[in-house]
C-alpha cells in the first residue's frame, strides 16, 4: 500500500517541487538576503541586521514610491471596481443583449493589449507638442489645461496610474457583469413590486449581491497595485525626479542601477509583506463565506 | 484529509529549511595574466559591448568577421546592447562570475568598479612603455587608470558641445558665437524673440541634465575638491560651486529652453534642431554624424551649421578649460581564459588602419593617435581641436559614485521643472551622498 | 483543517447564454437611455480611439504625425510595416509564441497532475501539500528578484528560455492547480471508478476520463495563462539580455529605445505585437469570458 502511495505522490511531486524551487525558496531567501549589504562587483557579503530597513526609512524615495502604490492602489479600486460596477449595472440594465456584448468587447479590447504596447502609446499620447491627449483638451477649449503630462513631477505618476484605468476597467466591468447575471432574477422583480427606483435598485439589490466579487476584485486590485512595474519602466522609468518612483521600479534602480543588492532586497520583502497581507485577507474572507454557505 | 495543521505547518518548515542552504557571492576565478600569444591567434572569444545602434553595430561586426578573416582558428561571438540593458546585464553577468572575454567600460567609478572588484584584467604591462600603449592619446589612457594601473582600451573620445544653425543666429542677429555664459543667455533671449526655441533639450532619462551639471560642476567647483566628492569623501558637496552650478542650469534652463516640460527624448529634441525649429542643442561630438546628411539631416541644417563648447562663466573658481565628455572604453575579463587573444584583437581593433575606419565611418573622434584626418565628416578635425585644448570631465553619471547618481540627476529634474531651488537641490544631493556613506555597500 | 477555496470559481456561467433576457425598453424614460447611450458610445470611442489611431500612425510619415497627429494618413506607407517587420519584432513574436506556448502546456499538465493526485488520490502528506500549493497563490516572487537572478545562475538557465517557461510555469501553478481542482471537486468519481474498474491504469484513467472530462476548465486556464506569459515584464527584462531571446514586452520597450524618434515604426510594431492578442479575444471571446470568470482569484 505505501509503495502505491508513494507513487502516486508522483503527480503532485512536479508542481510542489516547482513551487518550492521557485516561489518559497527565492521569498524565504529574500528575506535573508535584505539582512546584508553586498555588491555584483565585489565578492563576499556584510551582515548588517536591519540596516537596510533603516536605509528605507530613512530614504525619501520609498516613502515617495510607497505612496504612489498608495495612489495607485485607490485610484484602481474607484475605477476598477466602483465605476466598472455601475458600468456593468448601466450595461445590464439599460442596454439591449446584443449591443450589451458589443460594447462589452470593445471596452475589454484594451486589457488584450500587453502593458508595453499601451505604456508606449501613451507615452506618446502624453506628448507636449504632438500628442492626443493636449489636442484633445485643446480642441473641446480647455487649451488652458494642456500639460506635459509625464515631464512634470506633479503629474507623471497620474498620467500612468490614468492610462493603467484605461487599459483595465474593461476586464473588471466583464467579470462584474457575470457577477450580476447571477443575480436571481426575482430579487429585481421584488424590487420594482415595492416601487424602488432605478438607484435604489442598485445600491439595494445589485451592491450587496455582487458584494463577494467586489470584495475579491478590491483585493485583486490592491496588491496588483503594490506589484506594478511594467507600464512605470516603459512610460516614465519612474522620473522625472523619482516623481513617478513606485516600489517595484525602487526595488529595480536600487538592484541594477544602484548595486545595492541588499537594499532591493529589504524593498522586496516590503512589498511581499503588504501583498501577502492583501492575500491573506482574500483567504479569510473565502474562507468566512464557505462558512456562511 | 487526516492531518492535523500542525504536521502541514511541519512539512512546510522541513523543506523550507533544506532549502535554505544560503549562497553567497562566489570568489573570482582569476586566470593566469599571459599575455603572449603561443603561435598564431586561435581560440573563441565572446565579447560585449553597447553599440547596438543600427547606426554603428556594423561597423562592430564587420571589424570581428574582418578578425576572423584574418586569423582563421579565431571566432568571436560579438553581442551589443542598448545602453541601459548594457548595465542590467554586465551586472548580472558580473555577479555569477561569467564575464565575457572582453566587455564595455564608461569612465570613471563605473569602469573602477570592475578593477576594484578584481574582475578587470590588470593591462599596466602592456599599455605602459609599449608600443601598442603609445598608439594613445595620454587623455584617453588616463580615463582607466586607477591607483596607477591601467584596466582599460580606450577606444573613442567625446565631449559635449552646442551645435547650432548658422542661418537662424544670423536672422536672429547672433553675430558671433558666445564666448561668455551672459552672452550665450543674452543670445537665447535673441532667438526667442527672432522666434525661435534657443536650445533643444529632451531630458527624459535624465543624463542630458547630467551631462549639464558635469560641464557647470566642472567649470564651477575646483579639480580636487571635486574629486574627492566625487569619489565619495566625507563631508562631500559643501563647496559653493555646486549651488553656483545648478544656478547656471536654471538660468539657461529659463532663458534658452522652450517653456513646458523637458521629458521629450533627446532625439525628439534634436529632430527640433534639425528641422529649423530650434537654433542649437547641447551634444555630443559622437552625435555629429546625424547632423550630416548622410546620417538623416536635412540639407538646410547639414550645410549651416557649426558648434562651440560652453563659454567661460566669470567668477566660477573651477576649471575653464573643462569640457565635459569622456573616453568609451573596453576591458578584458580577469578570469578570461585566454588574456592574450583578447589583447590580441583590441590590438587590432586599435591599430591605426582600424581607427581610421572607425573614424570615417563612424564619425567619431578615435583615441588613437594620428587617425582625425581621416574623417569624412565636417566639424570632426574641429571637434578634435576643441578636446585637446581642454580637459576632459568625466560624465557625472559614470564619475560618481552610483549612490550620489540618482539623487544629483534627480535634484537636476527638480531644478528643471521649477520645483527646487539650487540650494534645495544641492540638499537633495548632499543627503544622497551622506545616505551612500552611512549606507555604503562596501564590505 | 479542509480548504475551501473552490467556491468562488466553480460556479462560473456562461454570460453569452445565460438567460437574462430583462427587457430593455422597460426602464425609464427616453431621456435616461439617450444619456447612457452616449456615454457609454463616447467611453467605447475613448477606449478604441488610441488602438485605431496607432494602427493607422503606423502608415504615416514622421512629420506626418506631428504636423497632424488627428489626420488620415494621406499617402499610406504600408512598408513601414514591413520595417518594423524587420525590425525584429518577428523575432520578439516567435519568442513570445514560443514560451507562451511551452509554459501554458506545462502549467495546464503539471497543475492537472497535481490536481488529480490532490483531489483523487491518496497521497502521503497530502494535506500539507495542498496547503504548500494553495498557500503559494498568496506570494508574489516578483519581489524577488535579487535571489531568482542567483537561483537561475546557479541552475544555469540565466538568459535561455527555460528561465521564462520555467518561472511562468512555477509562478502560476499554485493558481492553476486551485483552478482544477475546484473543478474536479464538483465531478463526479463514478466515471473514474469505473474506468479503473476496468482496469485502466491510473495513468490511463488520468488521461483518458479525466483530461476530457476536466477539459472546459484547462481550456480556461490555459486561456489566462496565455495572457499572463504573452505579458509578462519584469522577469523577461531581467532574466533575458540576450536580443535574440527577448519576449515582445521587452523587445518592443527595447525597440522603442533603439528606434529613438522613428514614431511611423514603433507604431507599427506595436500593432502587429497588439493583434494577435485581439483577434484572439474577438474569435474566442465566449471561452475567454468563462475563462476569466473562473479565474477571478488570479
Redesign the interface.
Known amino acids: 500500500m ?1 509503495r ?3 507513487r ?5 511531486a ?3 517541487a ?13 528575506v ?2 535584505s539582512l546584508f ?10 551582515y548588517v541586521g536591519l ?2 530597513y533603516r ?1 528605507a526609512l ?4 520609498f516613502w515617495h514610491a510607497l505612496l504612489n502604490n498608495v495612489f495607485y492602489a485607490v485610484t484602481s479600486v474607484v475605477f476598477q471596481v466602483g465605476a466598472a460596477l455601475v ?1 456593468a449595472a ?8 446584443r449591443l450589451r ?1 458589443v ?1 462589452r ?6 486589457a ?6 499601451a505604456g ?3 507615452q ?2 502624453y ?6 491627449v493636449n ?1 484633445a483638451l485643446a480642441a473641446v477649449g480647455l487649451d488652458g489645461l494642456q ?2 503630462w ?5 503629474t ?1 505618476i497620474w498620467g500612468v496610474i490614468n492610462m493603467s484605468q ?1 487599459q483595465s476597467f ?2 473588471t466591468t ?2 462584474l ?2 457577477a450580476i ?2 443575480i436571481p ?1 426575482e430579487l ?1 422583480e421584488a424590487a420594482t413590486v415595492d416601487g424602488a427606483g ?1 438607484i435604489r435598485t442598485f445600491f439595494n439589490v445589485t451592491v450587496p449581491m455582487v458584494r ?2 467586489t470584495t ?2 478590491i483585493i ?1 486590485t490592491v ?1 496588483g497595485a503594490f ?1 506594478v ?2 507600464e512605470v ?2 512610460m ?2 519612474g ?5 513617478s518612483q513606485v516600489l ?1 521600479t525602487w ?3 536600487s ?11 529589504a524593498i ?2 516590503v ?2 509583506l503588504i ?2 497581507a492583501a ?2 485577507l ?2 479569510l474572507h ?2 468566512r ?2 462558512v456562511a ?1 | 484529509m487526516r492531518r492535523t495543521p500542525a504536521a502541514a505547518a511541519g512539512c512546510l518548515l522541513a523543506v523550507l529549511l533544506t532549502l535554505l542552504s544560503g549562497c553567497g557571492q562566489a570568489p573570482v576565478r582569476v586566470t593566469a595574466d599571459d599575455f603572449r600569444l603561443a603561435g598564431k591567434p586561435h581560440g573563441h572569444l565572446t565579447v560585449l559591448e553597447k553599440w547596438a545602434d543600427p547606426e554603428y553595430a556594423p561597423y562592430f561586426k564587420a571589424a570581428a568577421r574582418e578578425y576572423e578573416k584574418r586569423n582563421p582558428g579565431v571566432t568571436i561571438d560579438l553581442q551589443a546592447v542598448g545602453d541601459q540593458p548594457y548595465k542590467d546585464r554586465i551586472a548580472v553577468l558580473a555577479a555569477s562570475r561569467e564575464l565575457p572575454d572582453i566587455y564595455f567600460a564608461w569612465p570613471g567609478r563605473y569602469a573602477q568598479k570592475f578593477a576594484d572588484g578584481r574582475l578587470a584584467a590588470d593591462l599596466t604591462g602592456q599599455l605602459d612603455g609599449t608600443r601598442w600603449g603609445e598608439r594613445f592619446e595620454g587623455d584617453a589612457l588616463r580615463a582607466f587608470t586607477y591607483g596607477g594601473r591601467r584596466y582599460g582600451v580606450p577606444l573613442d573620445m567625446d565631449a559635449k558641445v552646442f551645435a547650432y544653425n548658422e542661418k537662424i543666429f544670423a536672422k536672429a542677429g547672433v553675430r558671433r558665437v558666445p564666448r561668455t555664459f551672459p552672452e550665450l543667455l543674452t543670445a537665447c533671449d535673441r532667438i526667442k524673440k527672432a522666434g525661435y526655441t534657443p536650445l533643444a533639450f529632451g531630458n527624459q532619462y535624465g543624463w542630458p541634465a547630467g551631462h549639464l551639471l558635469t560641464q557647470f560642476n566642472a567649470m564651477e567647483v575646483p579639480a580636487d575638491v571635486l574629486a574627492r566628492d566625487y569619489d565619495g569623501g566625507a563631508h562631500a558637496f559643501t563647496h559653493p560651486g555646486y549651488v553656483r552650478a545648478f544656478k547656471d542650469l536654471a538660468r539657461l534652463r529659463q532663458r534658452c529652453m522652450p517653456p513646458g516640460g523637458t521629458s521629450i527624448s533627446h532625439e525628439s529634441a534634436q529632430a527640433r534642431m534639425l528641422y529649423g525649429k530650434a537654433a542649437m542643442q547641447y551634444l555630443e561630438t559622437l552625435e555629429f554624424s546625424y547632423l550630416d546628411e548622410s546620417g538623416g539631416a536635412p540639407k538646410a541644417y547639414a550645410e549651416n551649421w557649426d558648434f562651440f563648447p560652453m563659454p567661460a562663466i566669470p567668477g566660477a573658481k573651477g576649471s575653464p578649460r573643462a569640457i565635459a565628455g569622456g573616453v568609451d572604453g573596453l576591458m578584458v575579463s580577469n578570469s578570461s581564459p585566454d588574456k592574450a587573444l583578447a589583447v590580441d584583437f583590441l590590438k587590432f581593433l586599435t591599430s591605426r588602419e582600424q581607427a581610421r575606419k572607425m573614424v570615417r565611418e563612424l564619425g567619431w573622434l578615435s583615441a588613437v593617435k594620428g587617425t582625425a584626418d581621416a574623417a569624412r565628416l565636417p566639424g570632426l578635425a574641429g571637434a578634435q581641436r576643441t578636446i585637446a585644448s581642454h580637459d576632459i570631465a568625466v560624465w557625472l553619471d559614470t564619475r560618481a559614485d552610483d549612490k550620489v547618481v540618482n539623487p544629483y540627476l534627480s535634484a537636476a529634474d527638480s531644478v528643471l521643472g521649477g520645483n527646487a531651488t539650487p540650494e534645495q537641490a544641492m540638499k537633495t544631493v548632499r543627503r544622497g551622498a551622506e545616505n551612500a556613506r552611512r549606507f555604503g555597500v562596501r564590505p | 483543517m479542509t480548504l475551501t477555496l473552490g467556491r468562488t470559481a466553480r460556479t462560473a456561467p456562461e454570460p453569452a447564454s445565460s438567460p437574462t433576457g430583462r427587457a430593455p425598453a422597460r426602464f425609464g424614460p427616453v431621456a435616461v437611455r439617450v444619456l447612457a447611450y452616449g456615454a457609454l458610445a463616447a467611453l467605447a470611442v475613448a477606449v478604441i480611439y488610441p488602438l485605431c489611431w496607432m494602427a493607422l500612425a503606423g502608415l504615416k510619415t514622421n512629420g506626418e504625425i506631428f504636423a497632424d497627429p488627428w489626420g488620415l494618413p494621406t499617402d499610406p506607407h504600408w512598408s513601414t510595416y514591413a520595417d518594423a517587420w524587420q525590425q525584429g519584432v518577428l523575432g520578439y513574436l516567435l519568442n513570445s509564441v514560443l514560451v507562451t506556448s511551452a509554459s501554458v502546456l506545462a502549467v495546464v499538465l503539471i497543475s492537472a497532475w497535481a490536481a488529480y493526485g490532490l483531489t483523487r488520490l491518496d497521497i502521503p502528506c497530502s494535506q500539507p501539500a495542498l496547503l504548500l500549493v494553495l498557500g503559494a497563490m498568496m506570494l508574489s516572487p516578483t519581489v524577488a528578484l535579487v535571489p531568482l537572478s542567483q537561483l537561475l545562475q546557479a541552475l544555469g538557465i540565466y538568459d535561455t528560455y527555460w528561465a521564462l517557461i520555467v518561472l511562468y510555469t512555477a509562478f502560476k501553478v499554485p493558481f492553476t492547480t486551485f483552478l482544477i481542482r475546484a473543478y474536479l471537486l464538483g465531478q463526479p468519481v463514478e466515471v473514474e471508478e469505473a474506468a479503473y474498474i476496468d482496469g485502466a491504469s491510473r495513468w490511463q484513467t488520468f488521461w483518458r476520463v479525466v483530461v476530457p472530462m476536466a477539459r472546459p476548465i484547462l481550456a480556461s486556464a490555459a486561456v489566462l495563462q496565455a495572457l499572463f506569459a504573452w505579458n509578462e515584464y519584469a522577469f523577461a527584462l531581467v532574466f533575458i539580455t540576450d536580443d535574440r531571446l527577448k519576449t515582445l514586452p521587452v523587445g518592443l520597450a527595447d525597440m522603442a529605445g533603439r528606434l529613438n524618434s522613428n514614431w511611423p515604426i514603433l507604431f507599427a510594431g506595436l500593432t502587429i505585437a497588439a493583434l494577435p492578442m485581439i483577434v484572439i479575444f474577438l474569435i474566442g471571446q465566449r471561452h475567454f469570458v468563462r475563462g476569466l470568470a473562473a479565474g477571478i482569484g488570479k
Open positions: 505505501t502505491r502511495r508513494i502516486h505522490a508522483f503527480y503532485a512536479p508542481a510542489l516547482l513551487i518550492a524551487l521557485f516561489v518559497y525558496y527565492p521569498i524565504v531567501e529574500n535573508r538576503l549589504k553586498f555588491s555584483v562587483f565585489r565578492p563576499g557579503m556584510r540596516e537596510n536605509q530613512q530614504d525619501p524615495v458600468l448601466v450595461l445590464e440594465e439599460l442596454i439591449g443583449r456584448g460594447l468587447a470593445v471596452y475589454f479590447i484594451p488584450a493589449v500587453s502593458m508595453t504596447v508606449l502609446l501613451f506618446f499620447l506628448q507636449p507638442d504632438a500628442g492626443l489636442g500639460h506635459d509625464l515631464g512634470d513631477a506633479a507623471s484605461w474593461g476586464y466583464m467579470l457583469t457575470v447575471q447571477r432574477r429585481y432605478r463577494e466579487m475579491l476584485l485583486l496588491s506589484l512595474f511594467n519602466m516603459v516614465t522609468g522620473g522625472p525626479a523619482n516623481s517595484g526595488l529595480y534602480a538592484a541594477f542601477t544602484g548595486d545595492d543588492m541588499g537594499y532591493a532586497a522586496g520583502t512589498i511581499f501583498t501577502f492575500g491573506a482574500q483567504l473565502s474562507r463565506k464557505a454557505a
